[in-house]
């Protein structure tokens, strides 16, 4: 009997294979197979009563069919689980010890994890759109989520065996430089001369611009602005070699914070990449009747739709510009074009809900209009980050929270833990341990709420060490590589294990239980999009491993009871380890 990684799909392939052999079933049954409160066994298969409701026969009747022929196949034959039926029609599976022995026994790190989620995804290309700022501007707080946030997706989808496209469409185009360009000109400035400061005089710059182009009543400053865009569209040699330095300088600044999180795009292809790759997309929505122009914009309704029958999705400007609307049209078919994309995930936050709702909408009508294979599209948003105060965070003044100095102050404080409770260590090992632990902290405050939902940002309690943090899952960690040490072992050694004697006490078998949930929750974090799900669990995990340990003694006497114990300690290890990497967070092996 082979066993399989991820057990609920496992058994709802065998659920699947006993209905198709079963008179009274047809294929659009469903196994509903999910894993089932600890007192009702392992896992829950709960398909049958929405079938027998659709079928309109008694659910109890087919539940026994069902479970008679499922009795048939190896696993339940051979006695490695068993089966009841429950409450109307339920089949509750328990699976025997051996076989939870005999998956933690398998599965063992990260490279056999890979194989059995490898699947989810194989074969599909997943571009993933992050972090993707806008240029010109220095990132702030905010710009945390879509970097955190969409790390973790892609790192998720990846893990599960797409071939995954960091895309980063940053914001390189648009109006603004008018009114930049202008400020630039206007004050003489040199954009060389202000070194890892220059994106800061930058945003200066343009916030200048702006108040002047406000406070001049005559309009000549907007003129100006306006004719140093026009300048900029028609290709002007000195516009344009301004228009690249900003998107440099911007790019460079983004770039020491990219690196700070590890993120790392496969492609920066902003909008201005776009620009001549509009006009086909202006033609083609035209010519499919689903654009019209409209006191000179084009623009799509969409008539079904409660809001967008009057509200329309606006794809190219008045004066004729490309906006955000089209570009992102024109991105979405050179995604499905160029790179062969199955599926497109977009990462911003909740204010451009309405936007991404009619960008798919419109392309669902075009792709299909014009006969393109239309891929899936998810947008994954986020709530906003609170101060302690419950308000949208600011410094005191009023400032926004750089997000440098975020970084950097997290950075510290972590480094102020480490000086205070290991003292002893060496001066790089402390910096490395402050670095994982704060960065990790900020990260993991931010993945661990549903992204959804707005969070307050609190030094404390990201830094805590008890709770659902990421301190406290990095300790578990360097805990069990101590243990490890003092134990004279190493993790995963099959030497050791080949001793193991089956699982026995009721914490061991739970540790292997939830162990065996890891393809479960990752599944599930990626089918949703939504990491917390992962966090959830390993916290879960670092505390079922807690009652384990403090229950049963690891380096007992008893060689087959400490190698089985030492694997339990092994598997955690390497389960923590892989979720705190597909976070992005760096695991330790002390701290
Ligand atoms: N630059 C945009 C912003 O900062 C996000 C872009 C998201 N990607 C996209 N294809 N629209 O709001």
Redesign the pocket.
């Known amino acids: 009997m082979e066993i399989a990684f991820d057990t609920a799909r496992e058994l709802a392939r065998l659920v699947s294979l006993a209905a198709a052999a079963c008179a009274d079933f047809d294929e659009t049954f469903e196994p509903g197979v999910r894993p089932a409160e600890a007192r009702f066994g392992d896992y829950q298969a709960n398909g049958v009563l929405p079938y027998a409701k659709s079928k309109r026969t008694n659910p109890r009747a087919l539940a026994q069919q069902l479970a008679d022929e499922l009795a048939k196949a190896p696993l339940f034959a051979e006695g490695m689980a068993s089966l009841e039926i429950a409450g109307p029609g339920f089949l509750n599976i328990a699976l025997s010890s051996e076989y939870k022995f005999a998956w933690i026994k398998k599965f063992r790190d990260e490279s056999n994890f890979a194989d059995g989620a490898g699947s989810l995804l194989s074969g599909k290309t997943v571009v993933v759109?992050y972090p993707?700022?806008?240029t010109a501007k220095q990132m702030h707080i905010g710009h945390l989520r879509p970097m955190v946030i969409g790390e973790a997706v892609a790192r998720l989808i990846d893990f599960c065996g797409a071939k995954t496209v960091r895309d980063n469409?940053?914001?390189d185009w648009g109006t603004n430089f008018g009114t930049l360009i202008m400020a630039i000109k206007r004050e003489g400035y040199d954009l060389d001369a202000a070194g890892d400061n220059a994106l800061a005089q930058i945003e200066r710059l343009y916030k200048e611009g702006t108040a002047l182009e406000k406070a001049d009543e005559t309009g000549t400053v907007r003129d100006q602005s306006r004719a140093e865009l026009v300048k900029l569209q028609e290709g002007d040699s000195e516009n344009t070699a301004l228009w690249e330095k900003i998107v440099a300088t911007s790019n460079r600044a983004f770039e020491r914070i990219y690196a700070m999180l590890g993120v790392k795009p496969d492609v920066t292809l902003g909008e201005s990449f776009y620009r001549d790759k509009v006009q086909r997309i202006y033609d083609e929505l035209t010519e499919t009747g689903l654009a019209e122009e409209s006191d000179g914009a084009l623009v799509v309704f969409h008539p079904e739709h409660p809001r967008f029958n009057e509200q329309p999705f606006i794809v190219r400007k008045k004066d004729g510009a490309s906006n955000?609307a089209g570009t992102?049209l024109a991105?979405l078919l050179y995604r499905r074009e160029h790179f062969g994309a199955d599926e497109v995930v977009?990462?911003?936050d909740g204010r451009?809900r309405d936007h991404f709702e009619q960008l798919f909408l419109t392309a669902q009508k075009w792709f299909v209009k014009k006969g393109y294979e239309l891929p899936r599209t998810s947008h994954v948003w986020w709530g906003a980050i609170l101060g302690e105060d419950g308000k949208a965070i600011k410094t005191r003044s009023g400032e926004p929270i750089y997000l440098e100095a975020l970084l950097n102050e997290a950075v510290e404080r972590a480094r102020a833990i480490v000086d205070e409770k290991s003292p002893d260590l060496s001066e790089d090992e402390k910096q490395q341990i402050a670095r994982a632990v704060g960065l990790g902290a900020v990260r993991y405050a931010d993945l661990s709420q549903n992204r959804t939902q707005d969070y307050v940002f609190a030094w404390d309690k990201l830094l805590a060490f008890e709770g659902n943090s990421a301190p406290y899952l990095l300790m578990a960690v360097a805990r069990v590589h101590s243990l490890f040490r003092k134990a004279g072992a190493i993790p995963g050694d099959p030497a050791t294990e080949a001793e193991a004697s089956c699982l026995e006490t009721p914490e061991e078998l739970a540790l292997a239980r939830k162990l065996m949930l890891f393809p479960e929750a990752v599944a599930l974090a990626v089918s949703d999009l939504r990491p917390h799900h992962l966090c959830t669990y390993l916290y879960e995990l670092a505390g079922d491993f807690s009652t384990f340990f403090n229950a049963n003694r690891v380096v007992v006497d008893e060689a087959d009871i400490r190698a089985r114990r030492l694997m339990l300690c092994a598997r955690t290890v390497s389960t923590l380890e892989t979720g705190l990497r597909l976070l992005g967070i760096t695991p330790l092996e002390r701290m």
Request: hydrophobic share 15%; no cysteine.
């Open positions: 759109d993707s700022p806008n469409h940053i914001g955000y992102d991105t977009y990462l911003t451009q």
